[in-house]
């Protein structure tokens, strides 16, 4: 295999490329090109369309890793690594012409993240990192926030299209941090808002019900940036859960306290 740094810097151009593909073909966007996966979970050609261009890209690039990808163009069949691809993170706000959005790609072998690269073409920032070669925006290193009061936290939550499900865990997640720190935001897209968590502009962040291919790239990048990430009851083998926690570490034992309590639908 190439190096991890000449590999992460091929994937920041296909990032790239594929960002500009959105941000192209959000000025000829039409709300009739949307479809319903689940209920308030969509998806319309453009998810489609990137994630074919990245996946050949990728292919091109690194012929024996398999995929993980959002929409399903291409598979992943026990290969040695495994690039984990989400096309565009932030589809609601996609559609809704609203941002942010993003572009998603992280390798990962059978135990540990590699690469990821998360590409923003609202505000042009491309987050990237790899495995002991630390985390950068467009040059400059990324370094977590030494935030250490839930006071003084500004923190993410989000709330994911499964209500049914997480209706409960959201009422329980808001209820406690409401009024307890400094602000709690909802972006929309999952991939950016751990990136600000390793950029520092963010002091922690956690969702449940999440997909690999929209945490694993921004992930690898909160721990490069001296962040902690695991799931929901503190371990450090996330990499196949759906309940995420990511922070600058220093808040990270008092939001799982609150991902330990969540009601046990999960």
């Known amino acids: 295999m190439e190096s991890l740094q000449t590999l992460t810097e091929a994937v920041c151009a296909i990032a790239r490329e594929a960002g500009l593909f959105l941000k192209t073909e959000r000025k000829k966007f039409s709300q009739e090109a949307v479809e319903r996966k689940h209920a308030h979970d969509y998806v319309s050609y453009v998810d489609r369309e990137s994630e074919r261009r990245i996946v050949a890209a990728l292919k091109t690039l690194l012929p024996q890793?398999?995929?993980?990808?959002?929409?399903?163009?291409?598979?992943?069949?026990?290969?040695s690594c495994c690039w984990v691809v989400d096309?565009?993170?932030?589809?609601?706000?996609?559609?809704?012409?609203?941002?942010?959005?993003?572009?998603?790609?992280?390798?990962?072998?059978?135990?540990?993240?590699?690469?990821?690269?998360?590409?923003?073409?609202?505000?042009?920032?491309?987050?990237?990192?790899?495995?002991?070669?630390?985390?950068?925006v467009d040059g400059q290193k990324l370094h977590v926030s030494s935030t250490d009061t839930p006071e003084d936290a500004l923190l993410v939550v989000e709330l994911p299209y499964n209500s049914d499900r997480y209706a409960a865990t959201g009422e329980h997640l808001i209820r406690e941090l409401y009024g307890k720190v400094a602000?709690?935001?909802?972006?929309?897209?999952?991939?950016?808002?751990?990136?600000?968590?390793?950029?520092?502009?963010?002091?922690?962040?956690?969702?449940?019900?999440?997909?690999?291919?929209?945490?694993?790239?921004?992930?690898?990048?909160?721990?490069?940036?001296?962040?902690r990430v695991t799931d929901f009851t503190g371990s450090g083998h996330y990499l196949?859960?759906?309940?995420?926690?990511?922070?600058?570490?220093?808040?990270?034992?008092?939001?799982?306290?609150?991902?330990?309590?969540?009601?046990?639908q999960l």
């Open 240 to 264: 196949n859960g759906h309940h995420i926690v990511a922070t600058n570490g220093r808040l990270h034992d008092w939001l799982l306290r609150l991902g330990n309590e969540v009601p046990p």
């Open 65 to 79: 890793a398999g995929f993980l990808t959002e929409e399903g163009s291409a598979a992943y069949h026990n290969e």
């Open 87 to 136: 096309p565009l993170d932030g589809t609601t706000n996609y559609i809704h012409d609203n941002a942010p959005y993003c572009v998603s790609i992280a390798l990962r072998d059978k135990r540990s993240l590699l690469i990821g690269v998360v590409y923003d073409p609202c505000r042009d920032e491309c987050f990237y990192g790899w495995k002991g070669g630390g985390a950068y």
């Open 183 to 227: 602000a709690v935001r909802m972006p929309g897209s999952a991939a950016l808002a751990i990136c600000y968590v390793a950029a520092g502009r963010f002091d922690g962040w956690l969702e449940a019900f999440i997909g690999q291919w929209d945490f694993s790239a921004a992930a690898l990048l909160v721990e490069e940036a001296g962040g």
